[in-house]
Structure formats: structure tokens, C-alpha cells
């Protein structure tokens, strides 16, 4: 009956830990950064890039993790667009958008508990600003979807 009792105990610590544990992760990314999300397809890797109100950026495609910094124009008006668009996931997605299911991607924003669906098939005026915003944010940082031959698997979301 006492190892009974005990592994039980043992195993609610181990759920316990669990549960503090994905609560520091989701933790480490501020509120206050955005979160661009590109899927990849099935012949690319996708992206991650976070972005700061101050123009800081770290983010991860197939070759690796960079840090990089945008413009103080360029972060304006992408956290302004973002403002402008709130809540995110109200942001349409256009109907008639038919992708290939090989070879287009999916790119969300991420921002606080909002995220948008796909703002690469624009339901709006609002959400065709933003994936503008991205367009221009991915070609500052020269980030591209890598194809899997050439790059790595980006490292698991633990958020």
C-alpha cells in the first residue's frame, strides 16, 4: 500500500512539474513581442521570427538562429498595423483563397493571447497591411523558407 501511495505521489509531482514547467516556457516570450509564424510546406522549412517594439529580432529558419535588428520605420508601422487589426483573430481569410497543399505555406501572427489565422490569403484591407508588413520584414532580415534538402527542421514551439 506504501508504494502505491508513493508512486502516486511521485506521479503528481511529475504532472506538477510538467505544468510549471510549460508555464515558464510560455513565459519567456514577452507580451509585448509579435510573433510571425510561417508553416513551410512540404518541400520547406518554415520561420519563426519575433519582433520587439524596439526593433529587436531574433528568429529561426533552416539554417539556424540569427538575432537582427529592423528599422524604427518598418517596426512603427508593422506594431501600429498590428494595433489597427486587433483582435487578430477577427482577421478574415479570404474564401476563394486555394492553395496547394505541396507546395504554399500558412503565416500567422502571434501577439499576447491573439493570433491571426492565415493573413498570406488576406481577407481585408487590414490583414493584406499586415502580410505586407511580413513580406517586408522577412526581406530586411533575408529570411526565406529553406528548402529540406538544404536546412534544418526548425526547433519545437514551446509556447
Excluded at 84 to 110: G, H, M, R, Y
Aim: glycine share 6%; proline share 7%; with cysteine.
Amino acid at each position: 500500500m506504501n508504494r502505491i501511495f508513493s508512486q502516486s505521489l511521485l506521479g503528481l509531482a511529475g504532472v506538477s512539474f510538467l505544468l510549471c514547467s510549460s508555464q515558464l516556457a510560455m513565459a519567456l516570450v514577452p507580451l509585448n513581442v509579435a510573433i510571425i509564424v510561417n508553416s513551410g510546406s512540404t518541400n520547406t522549412i518554415g520561420y519563426r521570427i519575433y519582433v520587439s517594439p524596439p526593433g529587436e529580432v531574433n528568429y529561426v529558419d533552416g539554417k539556424g538562429s540569427h538575432q537582427g535588428k529592423l528599422s524604427q520605420k518598418l517596426t512603427k508601422k508593422f506594431f501600429r498595423d498590428v494595433k489597427i487589426a486587433e483582435p487578430l483573430s477577427n482577421l478574415p481569410v479570404q474564401q476563394s483563397c486555394v492553395k496547394s497543399v505541396s507546395f504554399d505555406t500558412i503565416t500567422t501572427i502571434k501577439l499576447a493571447d491573439q493570433q491571426s489565422q492565415d493573413i498570406s490569403c488576406p481577407g481585408n484591407p487590414k490583414a493584406q497591411i499586415l502580410d505586407n508588413d511580413v513580406i517586408a520584414i522577412a526581406k530586411a532580415l533575408n529570411v526565406v523558407n529553406v528548402p529540406k534538402s538544404q536546412g534544418q527542421p526548425l526547433p519545437p514551439q514551446n509556447f
